[in-house]
C-alpha cells in the first residue's frame, strides 16, 4: 500500500510531463515500500540521480532564474552569506601574519627535529585554517539565526579542502601531489553541492566483482588509506620502541639488534592483519598465501631465507657483535652493524662492505676482538751475524716499548727464531688493544723505531743476495743489444 500525505511546497514542479510553477502548491508525497539497496543504487545510476538538482535549470532556465535569482526574497539571503565570505576571507588575510608569528614563536621550544618539520608545513596552513574558521562560524550563526547558508556551507567546503591539500600534500612525494590535490578539490566540490553521497554510491557500484564484495574505486581508495595508515603507524611506533631498546643499558648490543628488529617486524605483521581486517578480507585467505610464500621460498628465495636465519642465529649467540673487528676472507674491518640479511663492515680505507649473513656463518671469520681486545702482533727482523745479538734483542724491545698504542703489560718480546744461510731471523711480538684503529700502522711505527735504534748503535740489516757458481767448462752466452734513439730520448 501507498501512503499520501499532503504537503506545501514554493517553486516549480513537474506533474504527468506538465511544469507547473506557484508560490503555494499542495501535492501529495507518495512513499513507497523501500526497495532494496541494489536496486536503489542501480536506479540511481540508470535514471542519473547525481545531477537530479540541475533537472529543474536545465527545464526551464528562465523560471528558474526568475524563481531563484531575481526574486529578492531569495537574493537578499545571498548578498548576505556573500558578504560573510568575503568578511571571512578578509580577516583570515588579515590576521594571518600576525598568527603566523606567534606560533613560530612558540615553536622555538619544540625539539629540533620535530621543528624542523614542522617549520615547513605550518606557515602554509595558517590562512586557509583561519578561513575555515571564520566561515564555520559565519554558518553557525546564520543557521542559529534561521538564515539560508548555502553558499557558505560551498565556501567552507572548498576551504576546508584547501587545508587538507596543504597538509596531506605535505607528506606525499612530489610525483604524487597533484594528483592528490585534484581528487580532494573534486570531492570537495561533490559535497559543496551536496551530491557526494550520490556520487560515492554510484563509484561503489563499478568495478570487477571479487567474493562477496566489489573492486570498486571506493574499495581501492579506502584500502590504499587503511594501509597507509596502518603501515605509518606501524613505522613511527617501530622506530619509538626501537629507540627505547637502543637504550637499554644491560643488554648486549647484538640482542638490542635483535629485538629491534622482531618488534619491527611483529609490529608490520600485525598492521597487515588489522589493515586486512578493516576492509573486510577474510583472514583465512592468508592460508592461500603463506601456501605460495612456501613455494617461493622453496625455489627462488633460498639464499635469501638462509641469510635471513643466519643473521637471526648472529644476533643470538653474539658471535659477532657491532663495534668488532672481524676479518673475512680479504676484508679487515670494524661491523659497523648488524642486520637480517647482511653485515655492514667498514675497513680502515673507508669503503663499506655488506657481507650477507650466511658467509659468516659458514666461511672462516677471524673476530679479533671476540671475547677481548687485547691482540698480539707479529712482525720478523733480520741481522747480520757480525752483530752484537743480545743487543739487537734489546733494542727491539725497546723500540716497539716507545711506540705508541703498544701495551706495556704484556710487555713487548723479541725472540731469536732462526739461523739462516744470509742472516739471523727474529721476530718482535707486541700487544694492542684497539685494532679498530688499524693493525699496520703500529707494525710500521714500531718497525721505524727499530730501525732508528739500529742505526744508533751500528747494526746492519743484511741484503738478501745470491751466489751464481759457473762451472769450468761451461758456456755464458752474452747478446749486444744497441739501442734505440727514441729509448735514449
Not at 145 to 157: E, K, P, T, W
Not at 161 to 177: E, K, M, Q, S, Y
Not at 182 to 203: H, N, P, R
Not at 339 to 368: C, F, Q
Request: one cysteine or more; hydrophobic letters at 50%.
Amino acid at each position: 500500500m501507498e501512503d499520501e500525505e499532503q504537503i506545501q511546497i514554493e517553486g516549480c514542479v513537474t506533474i504527468d510531463d506538465q511544469r507547473v510553477c506557484g508560490d503555494n502548491l499542495s501535492v501529495s508525497e507518495v512513499s513507497a515500500a523501500p526497495e532494496t539497496a541494489g536496486e536503489e543504487v542501480a536506479e540511481t545510476a540508470a535514471e542519473s540521480g547525481l545531477f537530479e538538482w540541475a533537472r529543474p535549470i536545465l527545464d526551464d532556465p528562465m523560471a528558474w532564474a526568475e524563481t531563484h535569482l531575481l526574486d529578492m526574497a531569495v537574493l537578499s539571503p545571498m548578498l548576505w552569506q556573500a558578504g560573510a565570505i568575503l568578511a571571512a576571507l578578509a580577516l583570515g588575510v588579515l590576521f594571518a601574519p600576525q598568527l603566523r608569528h606567534v606560533l613560530m614563536s612558540g615553536l622555538a621550544r619544540v625539539p629540533e627535529g620535530t621543528r624542523t618539520m614542522v617549520d615547513e608545513t605550518l606557515p602554509r596552513l595558517v590562512r586557509p585554517a583561519l578561513w575555515a574558521a571564520f566561515l564555520y562560524a559565519a554558518q553557525a550563526a546564520m543557521a542559529g539565526s534561521g538564515m539560508d547558508s548555502a553558499l557558505v556551507r560551498i565556501a567552507l567546503s572548498l576551504s576546508v579542502a584547501w587545508l587538507l591539500i596543504r597538509l596531506v600534500t605535505t607528506f606525499l612525494p612530489d610525483g604524487f601531489r597533484k594528483p592528490a590535490g585534484w581528487i580532494i578539490w573534486i570531492f570537495a566540490a561533490f559535497y559543496a553541492f551536496g551530491i557526494l553521497d550520490e556520487v560515492v554510491a554510484w563509484l561503489s557500484t563499478i568495478g570487477p566483482p571479487f567474493g562477496n564484495r566489489t573492486i570498486s574505486p571506493v574499495f581501492v581508495v579506502q584500502a590504499i588509506l587503511t594501509v597507509a595508515l596502518f603501515m605509518f603507524a606501524a613505522n613511527w611506533l617501530a622506530k619509538k620502541l626501537k629507540t627505547r631498546v637502543d637504550d637499554l643499558p644491560q643488554v648486549e648490543p647484538s640482542l638490542r639488534i635483535l629485538m629491534g628488529n622482531a618488534v619491527q617486524v611483529g609490529l608490520f605483521f600485525g598492521a597487515a592483519l588489522l589493515a586486512m581486517a578493516g576492509l573486510g578480507i577474510p583472514l583465512s585467505g592468508l592460508a592461500v598465501l603463506g601456501g605460495a610464500i612456501g613455494v617461493g621460498l622453496g625455489f627462488g628465495m633460498q639464499q635469501i631465507v638462509a641469510n635471513f636465519i643466519s643473521g637471526v642465529i648472529l644476533l643470538t649467540d653474539r658471535s659477532i657483535k657491532p663495534d668488532d673487528v672481524i676479518e673475512v676472507d680479504d676484508t679487515y674491518g670494524v661491523v659497523k652493524s648488524l642486520g637480517l640479511r647482511y653485515a655492514s663492515v667498514i675497513t680502515r680505507d673507508g669503503k663499506e662492505h655488506l657481507i650477507p649473513n650466511e658467509m659468516l656463518i659458514t666461511d672462516k671469520v677471524v673476530n679479533w676482538s671476540y671475547s677481548t681486545k687485547e691482540v698480539r702482533v707479529k712482525r720478523r727482523l733480520r741481522v747480520e751475524y757480525e752483530s752484537d745479538l743480545r743487543q739487537a734483542v734489546d733494542l727491539v724491545q725497546k723500540g716497539a716499548m716507545e711506540t705508541d698504542r703498544v701495551l706495556a703489560r704484556p710487555a713487548p718480546k723479541c725472540l731469536v727464531m732462526e739461523f739462516g744461510d744470509e742472516a739471523i731471523e727474529i721476530e718482535v711480538r707486541f700487544w694492542i688493544n684497539d685494532p679498530e684503529n688499524g693493525v699496520s700502522n703500529v707494525s710500521s711505527a714500531v718497525m721505524l723505531n727499530i730501525w732508528d735504534k739500529f742505526k744508533e748503535a751500528g747494526i746492519d740489516i743484511p741484503l738478501r743476495h745470491e751466489d751464481v757458481l759457473i762451472t769450468p767448462g761451461s758456456t755464458l752466452k752474452v747478446e749486444m743489444v744497441k739501442q734505440s734513439d727514441d729509448e735514449d730520448a
